[in-house]
């Protein structure tokens, strides 16, 4: 389905008369730029996932047009991309391929929809040198659809599907170490489910997201709470159907879900569960246009939501908007991509910067990779207007002053890598910093509030 709708964008471009608007932070404005080639993988690249390491190393999984719609995983070693063992590894096409990464021993896991074996659900791990399967291959007891998958913070595999053999319901299945076990009941929705989506909270319990046939295709959530399947607020809980929803935590422990809003004209709408209601995160229907196929991710640095997807109005070329904690803005430009793209899906790397990877129409189809980076951008730019950074050249302490009385910022610190050094929150409009254990080199800086982002750079003799 997504390669016939990739086809109809080439065949079919649509015109628009709308712009988005950018979002220009200051002189040194950041920029997305690419993450190695750009259309890095063989042939065409559908169902996209993206997933970082434990030491920052940005994956790729995708279904692999070059290798008969085989699955292939694919890794940035910090100058090119390589494959993650064989390429095309899984015994036929996989469907549905999602990526995440275990937290206790850093291996790549895939799940996908298993073609050549009745359309069930497989798990594979790359054990370091192999593919190899996790627990029994196509364990699930019937055809699996919209299959999700996560790991605990104890690093336990989880999945959840629309259960073909229970009336489409939702099933959720854990692994034992031996075996896939089905937590709590089988088909527990208690009707058809769509668009299913897992999460396993910082408390190790495992939350599903899908919509709801029963209550119109609007969202329900529920959780096992070690016995039983039961209602995470309210079902039905959104004001219309939706379409395309992807749930996640927050940092902080919050359930997040994004989503295609009907009522909306299917721009991007975002809401979180408070402890007592599911409550919008801003503004309902934030994007400019309709927001295909949206994706959301963290920061682990400050705890910001990013949202990623497919801009209708900029010829469906990639946009990525986030909450500063007062409203959604555009992070650089919007429709920063070539080309249009499909199956975006953003991440963020252990320093908070967002990732993005996507079917290239500019290449054709195959993946490519972009971040957010601030480093090569505005190197030679004036510092911000009402922003002191000095003495600059500096070699021991190295005073940072702003207009704003009283200040009350999240200062950042980063290396010519993108690598975070410092993060701190300050509340003097000038304060003082030791910086003679740093290296010698340049280093750039971000002070972010709720209603501004204030960037500069200094150089450590």
């Not at 939702?170 to 009707?191: E, L």
């Not at 070690?226 to 919050?254: D, I, L, Q, R």
């Not at 989503?259 to 991007?268: E, G, N, Q, W």
């Not at 975002?270 to 503004?283: A, H, T």
Request: include cysteine.
């Amino acid at each position: 389905m997504k390669k016939l709708f990739g086809l109809f964008l080439i065949m079919f471009p649509v015109f628009v008369f709308a712009q988005h608007y950018g979002y220009k932070s200051s002189l040194t404005d950041y920029s997305w730029k690419y993450v190695g080639d750009t259309g890095f993988s063989a042939g065409l690249a559908v169902f996209t996932s993206i997933a970082f390491g434990p030491s920052g190393e940005p994956y790729v999984a995708y279904e692999d047009g070059a290798n008969s719609d085989k699955g292939s995983v694919m890794k940035f070693d910090g100058t090119s991309w390589g494959y993650v063992g064989s390429a095309g590894f899984t015994s036929g096409r996989a469907n549905i391929i999602s990526l995440a990464i275990s937290p206790t021993d850093g291996q790549p896991y895939v799940s996908y929809q298993d073609i050549v074996n009745s359309y069930k659900a497989t798990v594979m791990k790359f054990d370091g040198t192999n593919w190899v399967f996790v627990g029994p291959q196509a364990f699930t007891p019937a055809k699996a659809d919209n299959i999700s998958f996560a790991f605990s913070p104890t690093g336990e595999p989880y999945v959840a599907f629309t259960d073909y053999a229970s009336s489409f319901g939702v099933t959720a299945m854990k692994f034992d170490g031996t075996n896939w076990v089905v937590v709590g009941t089988g088909g527990f929705s208690g009707g058809t489910a769509t668009d299913v989506n897992l999460a396993v909270s910082p408390a190790g319990e495992p939350f599903v997201a899908y919509s709801d046939y029963g209550n119109n295709f609007k969202e329900t959530v529920m959780r096992f709470d070690g016995a039983n399947w039961v209602m995470v607020g309210t079902a039905g809980f959104t004001s219309a159907p939706s379409g395309a929803s992807k749930f996640a935590f927050s940092p902080a422990g919050e359930p997040h879900l994004v989503f295609m809003d009907s009522a909306y004209s299917y721009k991007a709408t975002v809401m979180k569960f408070d402890g007592s209601n599911w409550i919008l995160v801003g503004e309902a229907g934030f994007t400019d246009g309709e927001a295909f196929m949206p994706s959301l991710a963290f920061s682990p640095v400050d705890g910001e939501p990013y949202v990623a997807y497919s801009d209708t109005l900029l010829f469906y070329k990639a946009t990525v908007m986030k909450f500063n904690g007062t409203s959604w803005v555009v992070v650089g430009d919007a429709g920063f991509s070539a080309d249009y793209t499909q199956g975006t899906s953003i991440a963020c790397n252990p320093s908070g910067q967002p990732y993005v990877v996507y079917l290239d129409g500019a290449s054709g189809g195959k993946a490519s990779v972009m971040k957010f980076d601030s480093v090569s951008v505005g190197m030679n730019a004036p510092q911000e207007s009402g922003l002191l950074i000095y003495p600059n050249p500096a070699t021991d302490k190295i005073t940072i002053e702003t207009s704003e009385i009283p200040a009350k910022y999240n200062l950042t610190i980063m290396n010519p890598d993108g690598q975070q050094i410092l993060a701190r929150q300050i509340t003097d409009p000038k304060i003082m910093m030791d910086i003679s254990n740093l290296p010698a080199g340049i280093y750039f800086f971000r002070l972010t509030n709720n209603r501004s982002v204030k960037v500069g750079k200094f150089v450590k003799e």
